[in-house]
Structures are given as structure tokens and as C-alpha cells.
């Protein structure tokens, strides 16, 4: 069993229990990245091993993705209100 933001994992993958992942400050501004290069974005994603927000896989620039790719890390948490859902990249399946 693992507790990450409130979702009590029965489930949780071998990347959840790294002691990497960790809880990470809520809610997020907004994607950094896209608020860079002042673009839209749909949903927010947060990286859980270093506190990245990046946008979702329907924005335009899939900024949450494209972290994942660069940087390896594993598991991102949904950073819309009210969501608390995690997602593992490596296994491709939502954490619960
Ligand atoms: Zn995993
Ligand atoms: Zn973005
Ligand atoms: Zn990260």
C-alpha cells in the first residue's frame, strides 16, 4: 500500500515506491514551459521525482510527455483540482 496525495495505492508499481517520487506543492500556476513561449495548454501534469508541470497529451505541445522523454522520470499526478490520480509512463497505466 502506498498514499500519494490521498489515493490510497493497492496497486502501486515498482517506480511509485522509489524514494525519488515524493509529494510536490499543489496547485501548480501552470505549465512552465508553455508559459514560456506563451502557448495554451488543456490540463496540467505534475512530475512527481522533481516538481516539473507540464501539459497534457491534448495540448498542443504535450510538455508532460515530452519531460518524460527527456528526463526519465517516471510518474506524473494529475494537477487539475480535484484530481488525484497518478500515471506511470514506463508502464503505461494509471496508478491506483
Ligand atoms: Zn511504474
Ligand atoms: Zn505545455
Ligand atoms: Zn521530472
Known sequence: M???YGVTMTEPCTHARQATIRKVPR???GC???MKIGAPWVHLRECLTCGHVGCCDSSPNRHATAHYR???HPIVSSAEPGETWCWCYVDERVLG
Open 2 to 4: 502506498l498514499d500519494l
Open 27 to 29: 496547485p501548480a500556476a
Open 32 to 34: 512552465e514551459d508553455c
Open 70 to 72: 527527456h528526463t526519465r
